[in-house]
DNA sequence: AGGCAGGTGGCCA
DNA sequence: TGGCCACCTGCC
């Protein structure tokens, strides 16, 4: 394939630093995107592709391969949520009274909750169970590669949940799932028994959709909570793994506190937007911790 | 070179 | 309810 096969650049409204972006699209929301030689971003979803540069002030651009073009327009402004006002979301935060919340927005100006496919999400995170960014984005990788369909020449989709039901949990091993592997085997089942299942549990509130996603093996609190804010728009959603925990406990003192007590503490200090703060302090500690900031 | 990693489920008391 | 611990295995 050519260059000709993709589109020319047009612009996205998105105008991000160098580092924020790379959060945004590498910081543990998705696991589709990667960097290329010259600087640009590849990402992948359902059946999209899309190559996303940024010029020297900020602004970005897209381009997509021309099969899928037409309709890439109303897919990116979907995916970057594009419609939704970040700044006043972000205002709706009690950053007025939280100086370290203040200094986590003031850190990553820009950067925003994704809006990804449902069912995608709920496969990367149900892979992301004490394996660090890079690995779950090879499991992902392998997943699409072994599993997936073309969506362009060298250029492959997820499997979707469908797809799924016909891969055997030795074949997922192979895919370097390790112990994710049977989860994911057991919740492709599960879906294929109850047809519909997931497209009902992406729509219903918050509340009942996450209690649903527990059902399914392999899908706790911190699962169902990352698949509603990052692929169903459920901003609420406070997921909390072990960076939050400690950042609960380093910056607010929450010493001792035990997950679902802090996802609580979290929804009701930071609202309805709870979700956004949580990825501002998701990237403000893991930058810590690169020795970055303190 | 080994310990550890964006958790969960299933045991025990 | 609360606190272990096994579960896989490829990176830093």
């Known amino acids: 394939m050519t260059v000709n096969d993709w589109t020319k650049w047009q612009s996205l409204p998105l105008t991000l630093t160098t580092s924020v972006m790379a959060e945004l699209l590498d910081g543990g929301q998705s696991f589709r995107w990667h960097t290329q030689s010259n600087g640009e971003w590849i990402g992948m979803w359902s059946d999209c592709a899309v190559k996303l540069a940024r010029a020297s002030d900020g602004a970005l651009h897209w381009s997509a391969p021309t099969a899928v ?4 327009e109303r897919e990116l402004a979907a995916y970057f949520r594009l419609n939704g006002s970040l700044a006043e979301q972000v205002n709706t935060l009690p950053w007025r009274s939280d100086a370290h919340l203040a200094k986590c927005l003031e850190a990553f100006p820009g950067l925003r909750i994704l809006r990804q496919p449902f069912g995608e999400t709920l496969l990367c995170f149900l892979c992301s169970a004490t394996k660090q960014i890079v690995q779950i984005k090879q499991m992902a990788a392998l997943l699409a590669d072994r599993h997936g369909r073309e969506i362009v020449p060298g250029l492959k989709s997820l499997p979707t949940w469908s797809e799924l039901t016909t891969v055997s949990e030795i074949d997922l091993r192979r895919c370097q799932l390790g112990f994710r592997a049977r989860y994911i085997h057991q919740t492709a089942a599960f879906l294929a028994d109850h047809p519909g299942w997931l497209a009902e549990t992406e729509v219903l509130p918050y509340a009942e959709a996450k209690n649903r996603l527990c059902l399914l093996p392999g899908v706790g609190e911190k699962i169902a909570d990352c698949t509603l804010l990052f692929g169903a728009g459920r901003l609420e959603a406070f997921p909390v793994d072990v ?5 609960m406990e380093r910056r607010y003192g929450l ?7 802090v996802a609580q503490f979290g929804r009701a200090h930071f609202g309805p937007f709870a979700g956004l703060a949580q990825q501002y302090l998701f990237a403000y500690e893991r930058r810590a911790a690169k020795g970055f900031v303190i």
């Open 69 to 72: 073009a037409r309709r890439m």
């Open 243 to 247: 960076w939050i925990l400690k950042t």
């Open 255 to 261: 010493t001792g506190w035990k997950p679902a007590q």
